[in-house]
């Protein structure tokens, strides 16, 4: 079953259940992948472009949360986290920090880095080990540390 098939799956259910905040999150999800199929040019897309559209949906809310946040409007920022709660079901459980800092002393390691010049080596490893199981921001701020 691929994640459009799912989505469309969920959107009835949540239809029947009237879960307003589902509906929002997977018309979201829907209209963003939708999207990215139409502007390609091909067919379809692959399930990492998927898994990449859905971390930008995630990623947009978590930066609506923190400015609804800031501006002391915590009804919006509930509305947002309920839409990344359901759009979360979709990715790939995520890696503690625990966990990144352990796969990054192990490609510390690997590539052979040695200060902060080497970031770009890193990242770029982590980057494609750690893809839909970690956020990137979190990754870049630990690779700084671990190196500095």
Known sequence: MTLEEKINGDLKAAMLSKNEAALRALRAVKSAILLAKTSGGSAGISPDEELKILQKLVKQRKESVEIYNQQSRSDLAQTELQEIEVIEKFLPAQMSEEEIKNGL???????????????????????????????????SQLVRTLLS
């Not at 002393?105 to 200060?115: D, F, P, R």
């Open 105 to 139: 002393v192990e490609i510390i390691q690997n590539v052979g880095a040695s200060g902060p010049g080497d970031t770009g080596k890193v990242m770029a490893v982590a980057s494609k080990s750690f893809a839909g199981k970690a956020d990137n921001k979190l990754v």
